[in-house]
């Protein structure tokens, strides 16, 4: 790839991208960048001590090679954790906004410009990002919302990649590398967003980011830690858990009706078809949960399924 000229290069922007043990991966993820409609004017690859020799190949080569399109430039460390790797990269950038990048996910092209554009756009904006679109293990469209602080409450709502503001970064102390077992980007987004009034991350509505889902990776693996992690991030940030209160109640509320609706609906349609509910279910329809909205729901799984029943299955249980 012959190194391009000025043109398409946003000189505004540089480019961290963080990298452990992640072989030819990172590889794909540079490429990426390389490939954008608009260039960032470096790439900044932090390598957070790998220590697999596919991997620590690939990083030599990479450091050695000239023949990107903008300046790439490669820092080697111990291993101290992404939180650790990504504050290193961003020390090292000298322009005002960052693209923070995984080193095994991968940018669509339009990446840099549509998020770039929409970060300009919005002076309370302190980092943008995109919707997903997952591969490997799971093949889907994830959403993010974005919004200001109390919507980030309730649930992280915005991917690890994202853009942002180099201020933000510096004013909040930068990702807390005591957080080890994951969180640590919703916590780094709760921090900066409080760094002033109004602010808040935005989202572009397209699938511009490629997310690798994989059984083993650290965002499943930090899922068996939830509830101690979102205790730390509740002490840790508890002026604006106490000052948005009725917005955290409220956002986990929701998240808690849309799933049991779900559950719901999929109860319904195994009973309609015959099936037998799995176990879980069964004891649920046995004995619902009350008060958080659980009798309300069996109520409507039997009625719907009564409803729909022959009249001769209907006699048989009168």
């Known amino acids: ?74 820092i080697r460390q111990e291993n101290r954790g992404v939180s650790a790797a990504r504050n290193t990269g961003l020390r090292a950038v000298q322009t005002p906004y960052a693209l923070v990048l995984d080193g095994d996910d991968k940018l669509k092209p339009q990446y840099l410009e549509k998020v770039r554009e929409l970060l300009h756009g919005d002076t309370s904006m302190v980092a943008a990002s995109s919707w997903m679109q997952t591969f490997g293990v799971l093949d889907a469209v994830v959403k993010p919302g974005g919004g200001t602080i109390g919507a980030f409450l309730s649930r992280n709502c915005c991917p690890a990649t994202h853009l942002l503001k180099l201020e933000a970064w510096k004013a909040c102390g930068g990702y807390d590398e005591s957080m080890r077992a994951g969180f640590e980007d919703w916590d780094f987004f709760l921090s900066i967003l409080e760094t002033g009034k109004d602010t808040r991350i935005g989202i572009v509505p397209e699938s511009l980011l490629d997310y690798r889902t994989a059984p083993a990776s650290a965002n499943v693996k930090s899922m068996s830690k939830r509830l101690e992690l979102i205790r730390f991030l509740m002490e840790k940030h508890e002026t604006s858990y106490r000052k948005h209160f009725i917005d955290a109640v409220l956002g986990l509320e929701s998240i808690s009706m849309a799933r049991l609706e779900g559950w719901e609906q999929e109860m319904i349609r195994t009973l309609d078809s015959g099936e037998k509910l799995a176990s879980d279910s069964e004891k649920f329809l046995a004995s619902p949960s009350y008060g958080d909205g659980g009798m309300a729901a069996a109520v409507r799984i039997v009625s719907q399924i009564r409803r729909f029943q022959p009249r001769d299955n209907k006699k048989k249980t009168e």
């Not at 012959?2 to 290069?9: D, G, L, P």
Request: with cysteine; hydrophobic share 40%; glycine share 2%.
């Open 1 to 74: 790839m012959e190194r391009k000229m000025a043109q398409n290069i946003a000189d505004d922007i540089e480019a961290v991208i963080t990298s452990y043990n992640q072989g030819e991966m990172i590889l794909d993820a540079v490429r990426s960048v390389c490939s954008q409609t608009l260039l960032p004017a470096r790439i900044i690859l932090v390598d957070d001590g790998s220590t697999e020799e596919e991997s620590v190949r690939i990083m030599e080569k990479m450091q050695k090679t000239e023949s990107y399109p903008v300046p790439l430039d490669v």
